[in-house]
């Protein structure tokens, strides 16, 4: 089985944790709209949650800035960890509550 071509979020990935600061500009609007899917969809499993979409987004957006210890291998991982971290994002929020 043939494997898939890396995508432009994957190119774009490998490109921001090879150190290219402009890869992450082009990144962020390339990722945004799926990255707010996913945060609406975080917010819906909590019933309480009194978090925007777009806050979580950002919130999870500086988290992930601090993650250097990880190598994403690809759109798909990145997705993956990106809902992860909202999560904890949440928990967090509703533990200081």
Known sequence: MAMEPPTNVT????RWQAGEGEALDALV???????????????GRDGGATIQP???????????LDIDQIDFLGRAHF???????????????????
């Not at 390339?30 to 996913?38: C, F, G, I, M």
């Open 79 to 97: 997705y993956s960890v990106a809902a992860r971290t909202m999560r904890r994002v949440l928990v967090e929020r509703y533990r200081r509550r």
């Open 29 to 43: 609007p390339t990722v945004y709209a799926e990255l707010k899917r996913l945060a609406r969809a975080q917010i």
């Open 54 to 64: 777009t806050e979580l987004v950002a919130e999870a957006y500086i988290k992930l």
């Open 11 to 14: 190119l774009l990935l490998k």
